[in-house]
């Protein structure tokens, strides 16, 4: 394919990485979809991670719609709003398999009325069309207030996990550093701009999204490998 052929394929994206960005869009399909079939034909996982893994089904959704027509704000608004539920129920997940119930219903109520505010601020961004980046990153990239609650509630999530490290089995801790170590990576590349591309070939959003489809499915084999370590009825929360 000669450079013209390429401009003529390229021609209906509005830049070079879109194509890439919609493809790879399709891996957190696939990482929603494969830990959903794992855990109906191997089981050992509770409700609470169950629900987790049906957000990233419905998440990639709007992940697609929005890459395919990266200047649709509502999409956008949805895709990054969709992520803010999945990273909420991982709290919840999180804090069922640790937390005594006491603790977590003071951590989900507060995330829940949080996020509330969330949604309603990027509503009214949306509809007013007033919507600017919260912090900048020189030429590279932004992040827009929705994108820094969405950091934030996934910080919540690793902070989590982190704390409560000493109560995983040893078996399933490889597991957890290497879906911590991902999501480090991970939050590094969506720092920089949907259309930043280096070596040719390195598009930080596209590589941002093949990196978290690997650190979901690596998260459904930690729990897999944790819960089935452990004894006991998995739908009960920590006493």
Request: proline residues 4%; contains cysteine.
């Amino acid at each position: 394919m000669n450079e013209d052929q390429l401009a003529e394929v390229l021609a209906p994206f509005l830049h070079r990485a879109q194509l890439a960005n919609a493809v790879t869009a399709f891996v957190t399909c696939m990482a929603g979809i494969l830990p959903v079939w794992f855990t109906l034909i191997l089981g050992r996982q509770p409700p609470r991670w169950q629900f987790v893994y049906w957000c990233i089904v419905i998440t990639a959704i709007p992940t697609v719609w929005f890459h395919a027509y990266e200047q649709n704000q509502v999409a956008q608004a949805i895709d990054t709003g969709s992520n803010i539920v999945l990273a909420w129920a991982m709290q919840i997940a999180v804090t069922g398999d640790f937390s005594r119930p006491r603790n977590r219903r003071v951590l989900v109520t507060v995330s829940t009325a949080l996020n509330a505010f969330i949604f309603l601020y990027m509503a009214w961004e949306t509809i007013s069309g007033q919507k600017r980046p919260l912090i900048t990153f020189g030429d590279s990239g932004f992040f827009w207030a929705s994108e820094v609650a969405l950091i934030a509630n996934s910080l919540v999530v690793a902070f989590l996990f982190c704390l409560h490290h000493r109560q995983v089995p040893l078996v399933a801790k490889p597991l957890l550093y290497t879906v911590l170590f991902l999501f480090v990576v991970g939050a590094y590349l969506s720092t920089a701009k949907g259309d930043y591309v280096t070596f040719r070939i390195v598009a930080w959003h596209a590589t941002w999204h093949i990196l978290s489809g690997c650190g979901l499915i690596t998260l459904w084999l930690f729990n897999y490998v944790r819960f089935s370590e452990a004894p006991g009825d998995l739908n009960d929360a920590r006493a």
